[in-house]
């Protein structure tokens, strides 16, 4: 029996588990897959869970069932890619044939003093967890600070706004508008429903240093009592660790089949992997598409093709609180109900498909 390790439960991973199984797994193979936590999670709804908006289980999908799924819960502490063992916090080492990493990424800080120490997160279910509580249980009219105006910080401050009308919510942002990656419409209607429902926008903005309770935007103290940061992202730590060739964002550099070029059993999906697009669950998922077809060929010995078709990706949806949204899909610019009716019809296609 040949066995498949797959690590991360993420977007990419539990694409990888809806391709192989029920019917296009070999008979002579299993699957091991290896999440700290016993459910996929809907990492893209970790803003209406952290604003209180969403409830826990609304963000949780169960893992399929098969014969040769094995789930195994633990937190992964290193893939050792010589004796091809995988290494949990508890218990035996884990061995594999093939190996797919799909670990997901965490905050990146920018080495800005007291950032990781003195801010609240959602790049993870337990840290999300840990910024709701702490959002909402602030007292009336606290200063809430997020730091980063990407897709992530507006869909927060956003549903942070319909959730508690009383915060006074600060939105800092390096640019000279939010949503730089997005056409400047889209920006500026942003901006606009944040001017209307009373969230302060800081365009231009430089944090350099982080403390209890204290922003320093250009070196001068902003006072706050909760911030978020959501001004960066990075591969996990484990994959940062692997001594194999990396992007400059830390991603690791794979062969135009999806594995790593020193070993074609060990292939790495999502945002650890560099791509040439800007991570996301979208893109995850269409890597994985075509590594669960390069490994289908590889175990029935067919010859690979030279060239893998480009992933398409069909757009960006961001939310404005429950009743707007933003986007960008076919490279037009779209913003208001529509959008937003667009993104709660693809979450709920999802769910619908996954759970
Ligand atoms: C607020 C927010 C909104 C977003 N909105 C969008 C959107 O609208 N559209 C879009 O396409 N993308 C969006 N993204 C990005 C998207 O969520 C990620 O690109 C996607 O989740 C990446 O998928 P992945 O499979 O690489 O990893 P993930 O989905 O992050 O999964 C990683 C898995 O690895 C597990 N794991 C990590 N470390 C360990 C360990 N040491 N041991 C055991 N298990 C571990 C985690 O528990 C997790 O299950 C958003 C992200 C955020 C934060």
Redesign the pocket.
Same mark, same amino acid.
């Given at each position: 029996m040949k066995k498949l390790v797959l690590?991360?439960?993420?977007?990419? @991973?539990m694409r990888m588990l809806h391709r192989l199984l029920p019917n296009n797994l070999p008979e002579d193979v299993s699957i091991t897959l290896? $999440?700290?936590?016993p459910y996929?999670?809907l990492?893209?709804e970790?803003?209406a869970l952290a604003a209180g908006t969403v409830s826990d289980q609304e963000v949780r999908v169960p893992f399929p069932e098969h014969p040769r799924l094995e789930l195994k819960y633990?937190? &992964?502490?290193n893939i050792d890619l010589e004796n091809k063992m995988v290494h949990l916090d508890e218990g035996e080492p884990v061995p594999y044939d093939d190996l797919v990493i /799909?670990? /997901?990424?965490e905050d990146k800080y920018h080495n800005i003093p007291g950032a990781k120490e003195h801010t609240h997160s959602?790049? @993870? &279910?337990e840290k999300a967890r840990e910024t709701y509580q702490t959002l909402n249980n602030l007292p009336a009219n606290s200063v809430v600070s997020i730091v980063g105006g990407g897709?992530?910080g507006v869909?927060?401050a956003s549903e942070l706004r319909e959730s508690r009308e009383d915060l006074v919510i600060k939105l800092f942002d390096r640019g000279k508008i939010i949503l730089s990656a997005f056409p400047e419409r889209v920006s500026r209607y942003v901006q606009n429903w944040f001017q209307t429902n009373g969230v302060e926008v800081i365009n231009g903005a430089n944090i350099t240093k982080v403390e209890d309770q204290t922003l320093f935007n250009h070196d001068e103290p902003v006072h706050t009592d909760v911030i978020v940061w959501t001004a960066g992202i990075q591969p996990?730590w484990?994959v940062r660790e692997l001594d194999v060739e990396k992007d400059k964002q830390g991603r690791v550099v794979l062969t135009k089949h999806h594995n790593i070029p020193v070993d074609e059993h060990v292939y790495v999906? /999502? $945002?650890?992997a560099s791509l040439p697009y800007a991570?996301?669950?979208?893109?995850?998922e269409g890597q994985a598409d075509q590594i669960a077809q390069i490994l289908q060929k590889r175990w029935s010995g067919q010859e690979l093709p030279a060239e893998l078709p480009t992933i398409k990706l069909k757009g960006?949806?961001?939310s404005l609180g429950k009743k707007q949204g933003f986007g960008l899909m076919a490279e037009r610019a779209i913003t208001g109900r529509i959008a937003r009716i667009l993104k709660s019809g693809i979450l709920w296609m999802y769910k619908y498909h996954n759970g």
């Amino acid at each position: 029996m040949k066995k498949l390790v797959l690590l991360g439960g993420g977007y990419g @991973n539990m694409r990888m588990l809806h391709r192989l199984l029920p019917n296009n797994l070999p008979e002579d193979v299993s699957i091991t897959l290896i $999440d700290r936590v016993p459910y996929h999670c809907l990492k893209t709804e970790y803003y209406a869970l952290a604003a209180g908006t969403v409830s826990d289980q609304e963000v949780r999908v169960p893992f399929p069932e098969h014969p040769r799924l094995e789930l195994k819960y633990g937190e &992964i502490t290193n893939i050792d890619l010589e004796n091809k063992m995988v290494h949990l916090d508890e218990g035996e080492p884990v061995p594999y044939d093939d190996l797919v990493i /799909g670990l /997901g990424c965490e905050d990146k800080y920018h080495n800005i003093p007291g950032a990781k120490e003195h801010t609240h997160s959602i790049q @993870n &279910i337990e840290k999300a967890r840990e910024t709701y509580q702490t959002l909402n249980n602030l007292p009336a009219n606290s200063v809430v600070s997020i730091v980063g105006g990407g897709l992530s910080g507006v869909e927060l401050a956003s549903e942070l706004r319909e959730s508690r009308e009383d915060l006074v919510i600060k939105l800092f942002d390096r640019g000279k508008i939010i949503l730089s990656a997005f056409p400047e419409r889209v920006s500026r209607y942003v901006q606009n429903w944040f001017q209307t429902n009373g969230v302060e926008v800081i365009n231009g903005a430089n944090i350099t240093k982080v403390e209890d309770q204290t922003l320093f935007n250009h070196d001068e103290p902003v006072h706050t009592d909760v911030i978020v940061w959501t001004a960066g992202i990075q591969p996990n730590w484990i994959v940062r660790e692997l001594d194999v060739e990396k992007d400059k964002q830390g991603r690791v550099v794979l062969t135009k089949h999806h594995n790593i070029p020193v070993d074609e059993h060990v292939y790495v999906v /999502g $945002d650890c992997a560099s791509l040439p697009y800007a991570p996301s669950a979208q893109l995850a998922e269409g890597q994985a598409d075509q590594i669960a077809q390069i490994l289908q060929k590889r175990w029935s010995g067919q010859e690979l093709p030279a060239e893998l078709p480009t992933i398409k990706l069909k757009g960006v949806l961001g939310s404005l609180g429950k009743k707007q949204g933003f986007g960008l899909m076919a490279e037009r610019a779209i913003t208001g109900r529509i959008a937003r009716i667009l993104k709660s019809g693809i979450l709920w296609m999802y769910k619908y498909h996954n759970g």
